[in-house]
């Protein structure tokens, strides 16, 4: 009998170890990676490179048939205005808004915050991880009044 209670007590400290190692979460329940770059399928962070115009002319289409109901450059409408985004935030974590807002909104204290902020709710728009690249290089232009 003393010897199964040793097991499950050596089990048990091996999966807490092996836990502690591996987290580096925090009280919030986000890694270090979530908090900076926001929550969602990007989880490394990108090679954006320079600005590519073509780009972004393909994202301004997405962006008009996608985001323009809730918002716009220069002004707030349903959502936040566009125009600094890309200065503001970290490209990764624009993308992870884009493709996954409502866990942002729910566990990101920046979502948390916009949420409060706006009384209508951002969805996904179900866009696949290419078309919201492009969109981000949009904001980038954007952000640096190319377009
Ligand atoms: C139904 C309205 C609606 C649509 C459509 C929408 N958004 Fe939003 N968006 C919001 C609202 C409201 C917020 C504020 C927080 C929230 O509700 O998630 C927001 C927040 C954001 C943020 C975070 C802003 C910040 O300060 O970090 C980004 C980035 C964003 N939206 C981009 C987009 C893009 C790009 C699209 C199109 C693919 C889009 N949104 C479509 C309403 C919308």
């Known amino acids: 009998m003393q010897k199964i209670v040793w097991c499950f007590t050596i089990l048990f400290m091996m999966v807490w170890f092996s836990a502690c190692g591996e ?9 270090e990676f979530e908090r900076n770059y926001g929550i969602g399928p990007i989880t490394e962070r990108l090679d954006i490179g320079d600005l590519d115009m073509e780009m972004a002319q393909e994202g301004k289409r997405i962006f008009e048939t996608f985001c323009q109901a809730c918002h716009q450059l220069d002004s ?5 205005r566009m125009r600094n985004v890309a200065n503001e935030r ?6 992870n808004y ?15 915050e916009l ?3 706006y009384a209508i709710q951002m969805v996904s728009m179900g866009l696949s991880q ?7 290089e949009f904001l980038r232009a954007a952000a640096e009044n190319e377009i």
């Not at 987290?23 to 890694?31: I, R």
């Not at 707030?76 to 936040?80: C, D, H, N, V």
């Not at 409502?102 to 920046?110: A, D, L, M, S």
Request: charged share 40%; no cysteine; hydrophobic share 25%.
């Open 23 to 31: 987290q580096e979460e925090g009280a919030d329940g986000l890694s």
């Open 76 to 80: 707030r409408i349903t959502g936040p």
């Open 90 to 95: 970290e490209p990764e974590f624009i993308m």
């Open 98 to 112: 884009i493709l996954n807002p409502t866990e942002n909104r729910e566990k990101h204290p920046i979502g948390q």
């Open 115 to 117: 949420d409060e902020e």
């Open 130 to 136: 290419e078309d919201a690249r492009k969109v981000l």
